[in-house]
């Protein structure tokens, strides 16, 4: 039985990663790409467990080789997807999630528009600087220009959100978790008759209620707070500039 690829999209510091490390504790069957990238390793990142990291030359030399399914440069940093790893999950048959940003999603789309995307928005700005700083203080980097850009940044990639076909809010941590779940779950019923075993009714109701096209009035407030629902195309941070306002 063919494994199911899943794209999880999401502005830095959403909690994108919390929410996927809790998943593979969660799910079986589901292997995670490890992503190549140029950027530095950050805190207590491995070469192998979060990401391949490697120089530019040696990425470039990759990709003129056509060895990833996808890449893009975020950042300032390039990353990409090995095929290797979609040969490897789908050899095991199991289910590939992807971590990857907004222009990767669409060319792993393009190639594959079977693939179930899932955008993770933080619900408001000023909660998505907080994560953004506390992250930056575990690892002992606190760089308020770093997360001026990255908050920017968000607002642009949450434009994108309509591309993707489950749309999680991730405010309570557990609740979030437990919709990817429900996703993931709801998604191996619907395409391979996988039992849900005695929860499933409800885990078909959480996963249905994610899916974007139900999720209008749930997302208003979260697009207003970034400034996504209005049609100027000028968007501004809703507070002030300076990088100490808490
Ligand atoms: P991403 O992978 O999207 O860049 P992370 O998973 O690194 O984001 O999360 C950014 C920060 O937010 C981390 O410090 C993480 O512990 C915290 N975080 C993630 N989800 C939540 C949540 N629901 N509530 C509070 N803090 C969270
Ligand atoms: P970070 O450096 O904070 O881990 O990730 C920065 C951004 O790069 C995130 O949006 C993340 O999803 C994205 N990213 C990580 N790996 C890949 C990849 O292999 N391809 C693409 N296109 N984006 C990636």
């Given at each position: 039985m063919a494994g199911i690829l899943?794209?999880?999209?999401?502005?830095?510091?959403?909690?994108?990663?919390t929410l996927v490390n809790e998943l593979r504790k969660q799910v079986s069957g589901v292997d995670f790409a490890i992503s190549w990238t140029t950027r530095?390793?950050?805190?207590?990142e491995e070469h192998g467990r979060e990401y391949c990291f490697t120089t530019r030359e040696e990425f470039e030399r990759m990709l003129a080789a056509g060895?990833?399914?996808?890449?893009?440069?975020v950042f300032g940093n390039l990353y990409g997807t090995a095929r290797q790893s979609?040969?490897?999950?789908?050899?095991?048959?199991?289910?590939?999630?992807?971590?990857?940003?907004?222009q990767g999603a669409a060319q792993v789309r393009a190639k594959m528009p079977e693939a179930v995307g899932i955008f993770v928005m933080p619900p408001n700005p000023r909660v998505l600087r907080t994560r953004l700083r506390n992250r930056s203080r575990a690892e002992g980097v606190v760089?308020?220009?770093e997360v001026y850009r990255r908050l920017r940044e968000a607002t642009k990639e949450i434009e994108n959100y309509r591309e993707y076909g489950y749309i999680l809010v991730n405010d309570i941590l557990?609740?979030?978790v437990a919709q990817l779940e429900a996703i993931v779950l709801a998604e191996r019923f619907y395409r391979n008759g996988e039992p849900i075993a005695y929860?499933?009714?409800?885990?078909?109701?959480?996963?249905?209620?994610?899916?974007?096209s139900n999720?209008?009035?749930?997302?208003?407030p979260v697009l207003e707070a970034f400034g996504v629902l209005g049609t100027s195309g000028q968007q501004q941070l809703p507070f002030g500039d300076d990088p100490h306002d808490d």
């Open positions: 899943f794209i999880i999209s999401a502005p830095s510091g959403s909690g994108k990663s530095a390793p950050r805190g207590s060895l990833f399914l996808e890449h893009a440069e979609l040969d490897e999950a789908r050899a095991a048959g199991h289910d590939l999630l992807l971590d990857i940003d907004v760089n308020e220009e557990d609740r979030a929860r499933s009714r409800r885990v078909l109701e959480v996963a249905a209620a994610c899916l974007h999720s209008q009035e749930r997302l208003k």
